[in-house]
């Protein structure tokens, strides 16, 4: 009769450790399934990145190849008489390699490109912009020769010019950017440049 009462006991206190063990258990599962969340969260923040820069380079790009073949269409006379082309070839002239206002709202010298279907088709946020520096009459040794780098027109060279040289080409710098920036804007601009030879 004596032990009756401890069986009893030991059997609520076996119930008061299954409800520990059930709520320490509960909070494990929550944590793992925040943390889980947190993971997903964070995943789709960089996939949604990812696809925003893929989207601006393949507008910048555009804009290259609309600059691109706006040269190749036009003589060397018409382009430089288009207010938007810097004449770079011009001891005075200020040019940088990147425009100044690459990430800035003001447009001043950009070209909007307005294609048919481009921003409804990579859902852009705006019309991509190209930039064009004339840099002169540039022969083909003018930025593969031994002395310079492979990109020395982008940094200064003048090149050669000399009786005994290449045929010489009308030099472009294009700068393209996938879009105006705003302030209110959070798309990722992305700025390429090429160099285009001409007429």
């Not at 009769?1 to 909070?27: C, D, E, F, W, Y």
């Not at 893929?54 to 555009?62: E, H, R, V």
């Not at 100044?100 to 019309?127: C, D, L, R």
């Amino acid at each position: 009769m004596k032990t009756q009462p401890i069986s009893v006991a030991i059997a609520a206190r076996q119930r008061g450790v299954a409800l520990i063990m059930a709520l320490i258990m509960l909070v494990v599962v929550t944590l793992v399934a925040l943390s889980g969340m947190r993971n997903t969260s964070l995943q789709e923040k960089l996939a949604g990145n990812l696809y925003d820069r893929a989207i601006a380079l393949q507008s910048a790009d555009f804009a290259l190849a609309a600059a691109e073949a706006w040269i190749l269409a036009n003589e060397r006379s018409a382009i430089l008489k288009d207010s938007r082309v810097v004449d770079c070839s011009q001891a005075s002239a200020n040019c940088p390699t990147i425009p100044t206002n690459a990430f800035a709202p003001n447009a001043n010298g950009w070209t909007s490109v307005t294609p048919t279907n481009f921003n409804e088709g990579v859902k852009a946020g705006s019309n991509p912009q190209y930039f064009i520096q004339y840099l002169g009459l540039k022969n083909s040794e003018a930025n593969t020769s031994t002395k310079e780098s492979v990109l020395s027109l982008q940094y200064g060279a003048t090149g050669g010019g000399g009786s005994n040289d290449s045929p010489q080409n009308a030099t472009y710098r294009v700068t393209a950017r996938s879009s105006q920036p705003t302030a209110n804007n959070d798309r990722a601009v992305a700025v390429v440049s090429s160099l285009i030879k001409g007429s």
